[in-house]
């Protein structure tokens, strides 16, 4: 069976930081980009992050309300992709989606069941 | 940024009617990269349709997309109790992807 699962969220105070695991399985990992998504307490989907596979130099992509705070990584030899979120703020507070890529890149089409992020003090 | 807005905010129908979902987005999107999601209370969304028009795998056949440029739909054929959820259009251009603020379709 194709799955993500996430792990790692939890309760953090604003300006701290907390890394998010994705581990995949059921199908080979390091052949599909991969991408998170979040959505706020009572919101629509934002796309946060995605990396490329090896053959594209595992180049990165961020949207602008996490550029230079959050790092996407992935450790095709695990199977898993990671969030590295830095100075978190309040708004950072939502569940967050790892979702599998299609092959172009411009969809998700499989998704983990999420993990929540709260940052509060 | 492209930017979509889903159209209507929430759609009120009864099983075995047709829905029409509206996503319009503020430029042209790219080789018609444009999906769409079905999302239900605690659950993680599900792909539906990328690239316009195609269905993803396991995804009965009454639900279509369509559409170019800077209009798409969404199309419920018939209704199914299971089908009341929100539903998502999302673009992808310019190593950058939206979301557009979901329709809901509630049961009448």
């Known amino acids: 069976e194709v799955q993500l699962v996430e792990s790692g969220g939890g309760l953090v105070q604003p300006g701290r930081s907390l890394r998010l695991s994705c581990t995949a399985s059921?199908?080979?990992?390091?052949?599909?980009?991969m991408s998170w998504v979040r959505q706020a307490p009572g919101k629509g989907l934002e796309w946060v992050s995605f990396?490329?596979?090896?053959?594209?130099?595992?180049?990165?992509e961020y949207a602008a309300s996490v550029k230079g705070r959050f790092t996407i990584s992935r450790d095709d030899s695990k199977g898993i992709a990671y969030l590295q979120m830095n100075s978190l703020k309040t708004e950072d507070t939502a569940v967050y989606y790892c979702?599998?890529?299609?092959?172009?890149?411009?969809?998700?089409?499989?998704w983990g069941q999420g993990t929540m992020v709260t940052v509060s003090s | 940024e492209i930017v979509l807005t889903q159209s209507p905010g929430t759609l009120s129908l009864s099983p075995g009617e047709r829905a029409t979902l509206s996503c319009r987005a503020s430029?042209?999107?790219?080789?018609?990269?444009l999906a769409w999601y079905q999302q239900k209370p605690g659950q993680a969304p599900r792909l539906l349709i990328h690239?316009?028009?195609s269905r993803a795998t396991g995804i009965p056949d009454r639900f279509s997309g369509s559409g170019s440029g800077t209009d798409f739909t969404l199309t419920i054929s018939r209704l199914e109790p299971e089908d009341f959820a929100v539903y998502y259009c999302?673009?992808?251009?310019?190593?950058?992807?939206?979301f557009g603020q979901g329709t809901k379709v509630e049961i009448k």
């Open positions: 979702t599998r890529a299609l092959s172009r890149g411009d969809a998700f089409d499989i």
């Open positions: 059921g199908f080979t990992f390091g052949d599909y980009p």
């Open positions: 990396i490329r596979i090896k053959a594209y130099d595992e180049t990165t």
């Open positions: 430029q042209s999107v790219s080789s018609s990269f």
């Open positions: 690239g316009a028009s």
């Open positions: 999302q673009q992808y251009g310019s190593s950058s992807w939206t």
